[in-house]
């Protein structure tokens, strides 16, 4: 019931900078974990980072010190500041949300935006 929508992706030279952004709308109870994952052709799809609506934040070891995650809980909105930017950054990123409602669980993935750093 929960949609999720990204938007920010594109073409960017190595060491450039990206901002992703992901709302979701649909039905919607209690968002506590939203997230982003990237899966470059012919790799498994990874996390790169989550937040919870009470700011506990997990990184990917390869990204740490390079992105940020944001959320705006009001507006179920979040962002991945992506900064210096590598060429094995390069994948598709999907947002992710986790919603619950007294014990049901419904997980949300959004359609993807294609991330490439190229020289």
């Known amino acids: 019931q929960v949609q999720l929508v990204e938007s920010g992706g594109g073409l960017v030279q190595p060491g450039g900078s990206l901002r992703l952004s992901c709302a979701a709308s649909?039905?919607?109870?209690?968002?506590?974990?939203m997230g982003w994952y990237r899966q470059a052709p012919g790799k498994e799809r990874e996390l790169v980072a989550a937040?919870?609506?009470?700011?506990?934040?997990s990184y990917q070891e390869s990204v740490k010190g390079r992105f940020t995650i944001s959320r705006d809980v009001a507006k179920n909105t979040v962002y991945l500041q992506m900064n210096s930017l590598k060429f094995e950054d390069t994948a598709v990123y999907y947002c992710?949300?986790?919603?619950?409602?007294?014990?049901?669980?419904?997980?949300?993935w959004g359609q993807g935006t294609q991330v490439t750093v190229s020289s």
């Open positions: 992710n949300a986790h919603d619950y409602s007294d014990g049901v669980e419904d997980v949300a």
């Open positions: 937040i919870t609506s009470g700011g506990t934040i």
């Open positions: 649909g039905t919607i109870f209690s968002i506590n974990v």
